[in-house]
């Protein structure tokens, strides 16, 4: 299924594109800081600023720029040579949004040291926001992914109603209009949402309302053996009660 859903331009696949690029910016990077790769290692580019009239140390933080060029290499190396094409240009612009959702959200990390808990010194470091939340921002950036086609020259990106600014460097863009992900199609690679797992208590992306597509659901009870109660015996053993109880499924019509 995704890999007929990447074949095509749409919002989807911009989004696969940019969050895979974000992960290789940030697990390359997070091996640099670790030391688990020779050719790399933390960025130790310290610099002293004075703030507020105390001195600010820089440690050494984490390499984001070999993570980048590295993702840059890996992403978007087989697309160099086809830069016409729209749809090379979209994947490389939507490679860049990921790569840019992590390197312009780098956070800075300060520890105080000094007697009895004083600040005397304090050493400060850039540290890769959470990826959680590099996925959170992508998803905010897909929910307003922007449409575009290519320029009559070909050479860049424009979007497809003027009234809609053209697209930043950290924007998701698309070309095609997303097919309907809510029945079974074979032809676009969609499984449909029949059979989902959903909960009818929420209005987000898992809600029953939202995931059935409208079509409603059927609840169904079960009683579930579980292991609880467990307890340490020396030694060197674990000790488990069974309980049974019960859990409501819902599933999309």
């Not at 992960?23 to 640099?32: D, L």
């Not at 490389?92 to 990921?98: D, I, K, R, S, W």
């Not at 000094?114 to 921002?137: H, Q």
């Not at 979007?159 to 209009?177: G, R």
Request: positive net charge.
């Amino acid at each position: 299924m995704l890999s007929k859903v990447l074949k095509k331009d749409t919002r989807e696949s911009a989004f696969v594109y940019a969050i895979t690029a974000a992960g290789v910016v940030y697990a390359v990077t997070e091996a640099c800081s670790m030391g688990k790769l020779l050719q790399c290692s933390c960025d130790n580019h310290i610099q002293d600023i004075r703030r507020d009239g105390e001195w600010e140390w820089g440690g050494c933080g984490d390499n984001v720029n070999y993570g980048y060029l590295k993702s840059k290499e890996f992403m978007d190396a087989r697309k160099r040579k086809r830069r016409g094409d729209l749809t090379t240009r979209i994947q490389l612009h939507n490679n860049e949004a990921g790569r840019q959702a992590v390197k312009e959200f780098m956070r800075t990390v300060c520890k105080c040291h000094g007697l009895s808990g004083s600040c005397t010194l304090e050493t400060c470091w850039r540290k890769m926001p959470i990826f959680r939340n590099v996925g959170t921002m992508l998803k905010e950036k897909f929910d307003g992914a922007i449409q575009v086609q290519s320029s009559n020259d070909g050479k860049r990106l424009e979007t497809v109603h003027p009234t809609i600014k053209p697209p930043s460097v950290q924007d998701i863009v698309y070309s095609e209009t997303s097919p309907n992900f809510c029945r079974r199609n074979k032809k676009v690679g969609s499984m449909g949402t029949k059979g989902r797992l959903c909960d009818p208590t929420s209005i987000g992306v898992g809600g029953c309302d939202l995931l059935c597509c409208n079509r409603g659901y059927k609840s169904e009870t079960i009683r579930l053996r579980e292991n609880c109660k467990c307890r340490f015996v020396w030694c060197c053993e674990v000790h488990c009660q069974t309980c049974e109880h019960d859990k409501t499924f819902n599933r999309c019509l």
